[in-house]
Antibody, heavy 124, light 108 residues
Framework: EVQLVESGGGLVQPGGSLRLSCAAS????????MHWVRQARGRGLEWVSV???????YYSGSVKGRFTISRESDKNSLYLQMTNLRDEDTARYYC??????????????????WGQGTLVTVSS | DIQMTQSPSSLSASVGDRVTITCRAS??????LNWYQQKPGKAPKVLIY???TLQSGVPSRFSGSGSGTDFTLTISSLQPEDFATYYC??????????FGPGTKVDIK
């Protein structure tokens, strides 16, 4: 069974830093893209970042230059290092597994498994 | 950047109703469009990918259509477990994605 478990959330002051982790199990972690998606309370989903199976990284404009995504395949773990945090970064952060192609070879780009999220609160 | 809009932002419907949600992209995204369902306090769940392909395990009452800039998610006969918020997601700019703002479906 695929499982994704996030940790590392908490209360941090504006300008502070936090490192989120996502422990993966039940699949070959190194073969998949891994995403971070966040959701502020009562708001919609916001894609944050992705790291490809080959280690390529991409960020949304709102976090580029402040957040760094990384992965350790030998630990089946995904990370999000967040620095210079702002009030507007307050949200639940989900990690999600990304699938580029379906079983027939057609592009899907789905996030097919998600964790339950970890809450980040940026406040003084 | 590609912007996604959805309409309506919310709707009220009854069990058994046919429900249609629209998603529009700010530029053509071909068929690179997925739909997700999210229930309160839960993580999102993928329903449809590539605009019209049903994800494995998703009931056939869900269907998707469209290409280019205009897309539709249809629930043919709304069930009690379908009351949720629905999001579209463009994957044209893969692997960077954008979600729509969501459509909340609640009970009339």
């Amino acid at each position: 069974e695929v499982q994704l478990v996030e940790s590392g959330g908490g209360l941090v002051q504006p300008g502070g830093s936090l490192r989120l982790s996502c422990a993966a199990s039940g699949f070959t972690f190194s073969n998949y893209d891994m995403h971070w998606v966040r959701q502020a309370r009562g708001r919609g989903l916001e894609w944050v970042s992705v790291i490809g199976a080959a280690g390529d990284t991409y960020y949304s404009g709102s976090v580029k230059g402040r957040f760094t995504i990384s992965r350790e395949s030998d630990k089946n773990s995904l990370y999000l290092q967040m620095t210079n945090l702002r009030d507007e970064d307050t949200a639940r952060y989900y990690c999600a597994r990304g699938v580029r192609y379906d079983s027939s070879g057609y592009y899907s780009g789905v996030m097919d498994h998600w964790g339950q999220g970890t809450l980040v609160t940026v406040s003084s | 950047d590609i912007q996604m809009t959805q309409s309506p932002s919310s709707l009220s419907a009854s069990v058994g109703d046919r429900v249609t949600i629209t998603c529009r992209a700010s530029q053509s995204i071909s068929s690179y469009l997925n739909w997700y369902q999210q229930k309160p306090g839960k993580a999102p769940k993928v329903l449809i990918y590539a605009a019209s392909t049903l994800q494995s395990g998703v009931p056939s009452r869900f269907s998707g259509s469209g290409s280019g800039t205009d897309f539709t998610l249809t629930i043919s006969s709304l069930q009690p477990e379908d009351f949720a918020t629905y999001y579209c997601q463009q994957t044209y700019t893969t692997p960077q994605f954008t979600f729509g703002p969501g459509t909340k479906v609640d009970i009339k």
